[in-house]
């Protein structure tokens, strides 16, 4: 059965500090995708990215890094020199190959204090 | 940059009553989705749309619940005789392509409508 959990329900950082956010997943595909989207208070979802099961380089966006390892079923986003702007809801999700579906884990509020 | 439109941003209803909610999807895409979030929990998948079909539906997803692209434009979510626990944040996304097509694809979500069923 295909399961996310984000074991983090809320975090508290002064700016400037690094923050990573942990996602672990379950599924018995050898095919599947993982994202991450935002929630800013405002409430839309944002895409941030898309990994594929076969691509475990990890990845680097301006201060965001995603840290993908296949070996412990993990998932985890760092946020570096973190911004008050950067006060979310994080939410981690997994879709198998050929289904529509996104399987959401239950999310990370991030507060990030001046 | 191109975006997912949602009305009514907020709806306030009383329970038994029907409600449809409204998305204009992104203009070339042609998968489209719903979501749903109950307040401080995890957004969760209802269905999928594409063809002028249902493509997948989620268990939450019953007879109570339908979908219908009226128009090229909009995508509906109509809610039969509304329920108390029927009270979330919807979500509706699209995307340019079907998980089938090129892996996964990419979900562009609107703002989302707040349901408040009394």
């Known amino acids: 059965a295909q399961k996310v959990t984000q074991a983090q329900t809320e975090i508290s950082v002064v700016e400037k500090e690094d923050v990573t956010l942990d996602c672990v997943y379950e599924t018995r595909d050898t095919t599947y995708y993982l994202f991450w989207y935002k929630q800013p208070p405002s409430g839309e979802l944002v895409f941030l990215i898309r990994?594929?099961?076969?691509?475990?380089q990890n990845e680097i966006s301006g201060r965001y890094s995603w840290n993908f390892q296949k070996s412990t079923s993990s998932f985890n986003f760092t946020i570096t020199a973190s911004q008050v702007v950067d006060s979310a809801v994080y939410f981690c999700?997994?879709?198998?190959?050929?289904?529509?579906?996104?399987?959401f884990g239950t999310g990370t509020r991030l507060q990030v204090f001046p | 940059e191109p975006e997912v439109t949602q009305t009514p941003s907020h709806q306030v209803t009383q329970m038994g009553q029907e409600v449809i909610l409204r998305c204009v999807p992104i203009s070339n895409h042609l998968y489209f989705y719903w979501y749903r979030q109950i307040l401080g929990q995890k957004v969760e998948f209802l269905v999928s749309?594409?063809?002028?079909?249902?493509?997948?539906k989620s268990e939450i997803f019953d007879d109570q619940f339908s979908v219908e692209r009226p128009d090229g434009s909009n995508f509906t979510l109509k809610i039969r005789s509304t329920k108390l626990e029927d009270s979330a944040m919807y979500f509706c996304?699209?995307?340019?392509?079907?998980?089938?097509?090129?892996?996964?694809?990419?979900?562009?979500f609107g703002a989302g409508s707040r349901l408040t069923v009394l």
């Open positions: 996304a699209s995307s340019e392509v079907g998980a089938g097509i090129s892996g996964a694809n990419v979900l562009t």
């Open positions: 999700a997994l879709s198998e190959a050929n289904t529509d579906k996104l399987i």
């Open positions: 990994r594929n099961s076969f691509d475990e």
């Open positions: 749309f594409y063809n002028n079909e249902i493509s997948e």
